[in-house]
C-alpha cells in the first residue's frame, strides 16, 4: 500500500468523492476550508493507493506537537482488508516523535448506531490506540479521544 499527498486532479476529485460519502453532512468542514488549511501547511491530505488503485484517504490538522487524524476513510470496496489498519500504522510512522490523536464518538448504548460506535472503537483499540478518558462535545454529539504515543488533557485539547 503506498500513501502520498495528492498532485492531479482526479486525485483531488477521488478524495473528495469519498469524503463527501463517508462521513455525515454535520460532522464535515466545507471541502474548500480543508484545501486551504492545506495550502497553508496546518493540513496534510493523503491519498491512499494499493495495487494502484484508490483506497482511502487521511486528513489531519497538525499542531506543534500533535496530529489530530481529523478524518479517515476507506473506500467500500477495500473495507476489510486491512487498509483502515494500515493506514493508521503509516500515519503513526509519518508522524513518528508526535502524539497522534482522533475524535470517536463515544459509545453509548442509547446511540442509534450503537454497534457501529462499538467496532469502531474496537478497530481502534486493537490498532494500538488507547483511551484517553477525554471527552468533548463536536456538532452536537459527544466524542471521546484516542490516541498512539499522546496523552492530552481537555484543556490541551482544547
Partial sequence: MKIQRPTTMLQWFRIYRLYQSAFPKNEKKPFSMIRSMQKKGKTDVWYCEKNGKFAGLVVTI?????????????????????????????????????????????????????????????????????????????????????GFDCMLTFEEYH
Avoid at 516523535?97 to 448506531?113: Q, R, S
Avoid at 467496532?119 to 479521544?145: C, D, P, Q, W
Fill in 62 to 146: 497538525n499542531g506543534p506537537e500533535q496530529i489530530l487524524l481529523d478524518y479517515l476513510a476507506v473506500g467500500k470496496k477495500y473495507r476489510g482488508q486491512g487498509v483502515g489498519s494500515e493506514l493508521l500504522q503509516q500515519m503513526r510512522r509519518q508522524y513518528a516523535g508526535k502524539g497522534v490523536f482522533l475524535e470517536i464518538e463515544t459509545v453509548t448504548e442509547a446511540a442509534d448506531n450503537f454497534e457501529e460506535r462499538k467496532r469502531r472503537k474496537k478497530f481502534y483499540l486493537s490498532n494500538g490506540m488507547t483511551e484517553m478518558k477525554v471527552y468533548v462535545e463536536l456538532f452536537g454529539v459527544e466524542m471521546e479521544l484516542l
